[in-house]
Each structure stands twice: as C-alpha cells, then as structure tokens.
Nanobody, 124 residues
Framework: QVQLVESGGGLVQAGGSLRLSCAAS????????MGWFRQAPGKEREFVAA????????RYADSVKGRFTISRDNAKNTVYLQMNSVKPEDTAVYYC?????????????????WGQGTQVTVSS
C-alpha cells in the first residue's frame, strides 16, 4: 500500500510560480514512476508530467512543456512539480499518482495509487 499526500497548492497570479509537493509512504519510493495529473472544473482529469524512478526519464504534457518541471528526492520520498509562468488555464486540482511499473505512463488508469489532490488557482 502506498499513501500519497500533496501540498503546496494555493492562489497565484498569472506569470508567477508555485511548487507542489507529494510525500509518499508505504513502499520503495525510488523504484516506481510518479506522475502529476490535474482536473479543471467541468473537465476530465488530464496528464501533466511523470518521472521514472529508475531511469530518470521524464514526460510532459505539451501544454506545460517548458514551464513545469517534475523532480524527486528519493531520500525524502517526495516528488515535486515546479510550476513557472503559470496561466489561468492551469487552474485545477492537481493530483499526485504512483505507478508501480517501470515504463512512464500518461493514462490515469495505468497508475495504482492517488493522492487526495491540491487546488491551484491562477488569477489573471
């Protein structure tokens, strides 16, 4: 069993920055893929970014590429999402997820465990 707890959400002005954190517990954090998804009001949950625990490979949604960065600190069992140059369309609930397989996945049904989500609101 893996428990995931997100933090760091809040209100930020367009063009600003925010860093989300996701603390994991329960199993060997460094061995699995960690991802970030988001869900805006009235929309389906969508992939944002993911990073492999073993290879260091990362993938990003086109909408955030060049602005967001996923990173992890295996010693702290924590994954981060650094959000720069945020836009109003980045407003959503952001979810952290863990995938116990090796390959990076972008589909939410590939992920095994989910956090409760943290709200990010970008004002214009």
């Amino acid at each position: 069993q893996v428990q995931l707890v997100e933090s760091g959400g809040g209100l930020v002005q367009a063009g600003g920055s925010l860093r989300l954190s996701c603390a994991a517990s329960g199993r060997t954090f460094s061995s699995y893929v960690m991802g970030w998804f988001r869900q805006a009001p009235g929309k389906e949950r969508e992939f944002v970014a993911a990073g492999s625990g073993s290879s260091g490979n990362k993938r990003y949604a086109d909408s955030v590429k060049g602005r967001f960065t996923i990173s992890r600190d295996n010693a702290k069992n924590t994954v981060y999402l650094q959000m720069n140059s945020v836009k109003p369309e980045d407003t959503a609930v952001y979810y952290c997820a863990a995938d116990l397989s090796i390959e990076i996945a972008t589909m939410e049904d590939e992920y095994d465990y989910w956090g409760q989500g943290t709200q990010v609101t970008v004002s214009s």
